[in-house]
């Protein structure tokens, strides 16, 4: 498979690049990385409206600050790569149009609800993130991990790790941060791009959401709702949102975290668990992820959309 997957890329004169919605440091560092190893006839596409849309944190990644937008790109590639991507409902717009309509199509990814929706379907749920599924393909192939691949991937394996405390962190993945290390990388920096350059509303943001968190079942779930007038109030992006759910689940006595956002299209959900299955979750609401961190959109308001939520977590307790 990871040699049908590099003779594709070889094959292919266009090849298009897709990170998901919300972008985070995983899905940019792998199409960085990926975007590093194939050259000038790779573009990315970040999958949001305008560059204000932007997680700043990831600016340093290679090749992020050319990346297209959706209003920028054209059907014009003969391959497309998702990466990240775990399922095609994370593809929106024109770009959805993109990949259904491409004759050849990749999905390189790591959660384990991916059902393969591209042509090949290079899916690890046992890694830690796409990052090191990407590095897996690599040194199978023999292909020359370069300082500026070594930073994207680093990058994609340390968010995703939650700095290497997260569950899905193994033994493994420390010995490809190290191999990442070793090729001159500065770590710390990379780590302070990534958690030390925060802007002044995003804390205050956070924050508010943090203080505003309810307590449900005995304090066993904890949640917090991001309306749009929250939204607005702090100029927030998506970027804004990342960790919060985290931080709730770092609670005693929490099992379940959630986190809501109002959207023109229904509720965005994200969920952390310590030790359920969250995916018992999101299945429910045609979602996916990972055991203890997963997401779905519900199509209701709201409170409506968590009074569903309660219920179906109520079942796990």
């Known amino acids: 498979m990871e040699r049908e997957i590099i003779n594709s890329i070889k094959k292919s004169s266009r090849v298009l690049i ?21 050259g000038k006839k790779a573009d990315i596409l970040v999958q949001i409206k305008n560059k204000t849309q932007f997680p700043k944190m990831y600016e340093f990644l290679p090749h992020i600050n050319s990346a297209l937008l959706l209003s920028e790109v054209k059907n014009d590639y003969d391959l497309v790569i998702a990466v990240d991507v775990a ?8 770009a959805r149009k993109i990949f259904e309509n491409t004759k050849n199509t990749i999905v390189i990814d790591h959660h384990k609800t991916n059902k393969g929706y591209g042509k090949l379907n290079y899916i690890k749920g046992e890694l830690s993130s796409a ?8 040194k199978k192939e023999n292909i020359k991990i370069t300082k500026e691949i070594a930073t994207a991937l680093y990058c994609g394996i340390l968010t995703d790790t939650g700095c290497f405390k997260y569950e899905n962190t193994t033994p493994q993945t420390f010995k490809i941060a190290s191999k990442l290390a070793d090729t001159g990388i500065i770590t710390s920096e990379i780590a302070d791009f990534c958690y030390s350059n925060k802007p002044k509303n995003l804390i205050l943001f956070q924050n508010y959401l943090v203080s505003n968190a309810k307590f449900h079942s005995n304090d066993k779930i904890v ?7 929250i939204i607005k109030k702090y100029n927030a992006t998506d970027e804004f949102t ?10 005693e006595d929490i099992e379940i975290a959630f986190v ?6 229904g509720t965005k959900v994200s969920i952390r668990t310590k030790d359920l299955d969250a995916t018992k979750i999101t299945d429910k609401f045609k979602g996916g992820g990972h055991k203890r961190a997963a997401g779905c959109t519900i199509k209701l308001e709201i409170n409506e959309a968590l009074k569903k939520l309660i219920i179906q977590a109520q079942t796990l307790l």
């Open 131 to 138: 990052s090191e599924v990407l590095y897996e393909i690599f």
């Open 260 to 265: 809501l956002k109002e959207t023109d299209s």
């Open 223 to 229: 949640y917090t709702l991001i309306t749009k007038e």
């Open 87 to 94: 399922s095609i409902d994370r593809i929106i717009e024109n």
């Open 242 to 251: 990342e960790g919060i759910c985290e931080t709730l689940r770092s609670i």
């Open 18 to 38: 897709i990170t998901h919605v919300n972008p985070d440091g995983d899905t940019l560092g792998t199409a960085s990385a990926l975007r590093s190893y194939i």
